[in-house]
């Protein structure tokens, strides 16, 4: 099985891969899920609760989807003032417990209000946690998360008895990719070292996806609509799509 997930920001957040767009992520995500549907690729999104207060109308359009399922990834992906400040003083944005706990559920209420949706799954944004993180998701009515990169997990493992992690186990997107800013002639070269052409990133997946498959275990993809929009205008996702859907697809939620 695969599993394919990609994590959406609101209008507002300044990413790195920001600039190289004229699209909103929402808006991105909005093709990422029609590309997906045209092979029968069910997709997990995980939306900032941001996001969904800024473009409610197309999440909402994207929650309907039958093939797409929405995930929490934090409120404001931590560009909020509170976790600024907190990043200062205690290094780490979630800070005080109380500060993680009312961005989670802020971000659970955030999605509902606008999906009507209970969300289930989460992912943190850039995987920010703390000892904490699973106890405050549990206790928020969140069953799985899908923070940890892995390349020897081949399934969901369970964390709690009614609680499992998914994880990351084919090259993430974002960190890996030449895109954006992340090219030559447009950063430092030795912060490109680890970087491979999406070409070689989309046969360095297929190959994975195949391996984990032959094994019987899940392949858990993250691919940003974002990155993949950057990277070559969606191409490599759509070719990913045409190829995963030999191995049957699941949402976060359905990883055994
Ligand atoms: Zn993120
Ligand atoms: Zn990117």
């Known amino acids: 099985m695969v599993c394919l997930t990609g994590d959406v920001h ?4 300044k990413g790195t891969d920001t600039p190289f767009s004229s699209y909103t992520e929402v808006a991105l995500a909005a093709k990422y899920c029609e590309i997906a549907g045209k092979y029968g690729v069910k ?8 996001a969904c207060q800024e473009e409610p109308d197309t999440v909402k359009i994207l929650s309907g989807l039958p093939h797409c399922e929405i995930g929490g990834h934090t409120y404001a992906a931590f560009r ?16 005080t417990t109380a500060h993680q706990l009312r961005d989670i559920q802020r971000t659970i209420a955030g999605i509902q209000q606008v999906t009507g949706q209970t969300i289930q799954t ?10 904490e993180t699973d106890h405050l998701l549990e206790s928020c009515g969140i069953h799985v998360v899908s923070d940890e990169v892995s390349d020897l ?21 974002h960190e890996h990719i030449l895109h ?13 070292t680890q970087r491979v052409t999406i070409r070689e990133w989309a046969d360095r997946v ?8 032959e094994q019987g275990g899940t ?31 699941v949402w976060v939620s359905e990883v055994p």
């Not at 609101?10 to 957040?13: D, L, P």
């Not at 003032?81 to 979630?94: A, D, E």
């Not at 969901?156 to 186990?169: F, G, H, I, K, T």
Request: proline share 6%.
């Open 180 to 192: 954006g800013k992340y090219q030559h002639g447009k950063t430092k070269p030795d912060r490109l």
């Open 80 to 95: 909020d003032p509170l976790s600024r400040i907190f990043k200062k003083i205690y290094g780490t944005p979630w800070g």
């Open 206 to 213: 297929k190959t994975r996806i195949r391996s984990i498959c």
């Open 43 to 50: 997709v997990t999104l995980f939306f900032t609760g941001k």
């Open 219 to 249: 392949a858990t993809v993250l691919a940003h609509p974002m990155c993949m929009e950057v990277a070559d205008g969606m191409a490599v996702l759509e070719e990913l799509c045409q190829d995963i859907q030999q191995y049957g697809t």
């Open 153 to 173: 997990k081949i399934s969901a493992e369970w964390l709690r008895p009614a609680y499992r992690s998914v994880p990351m186990n084919v090259l993430p997107d």
């Open 10 to 13: 609101q209008r507002s957040y």
């Open 122 to 131: 989460w992912r943190n944004h850039s995987y920010i946690r703390t000892a």
